[in-house]
């Protein structure tokens, strides 16, 4: 087993999958707020 070196490991997927997870709860609150928004009105 090789020495461990910090900060040679590729990073690449992790860096993907990071930027999906962020993405995809981005969306999940804009849509939260317009089901929000749009409950409002109509209940008003």
Request: glycine residues 10%; negative net charge; hydrophobic residues 55%.
């Amino acid at each position: 087993m090789a020495e461990y070196e910090h900060g040679k490991m590729d990073i690449t997927e992790q860096e993907k999958t990071f930027g999906g997870f962020i993405r995809f709860v981005i969306w999940g609150i804009a849509i939260s707020i317009a089901v929000l928004i749009f409950l409002a009105l109509v209940n008003a």
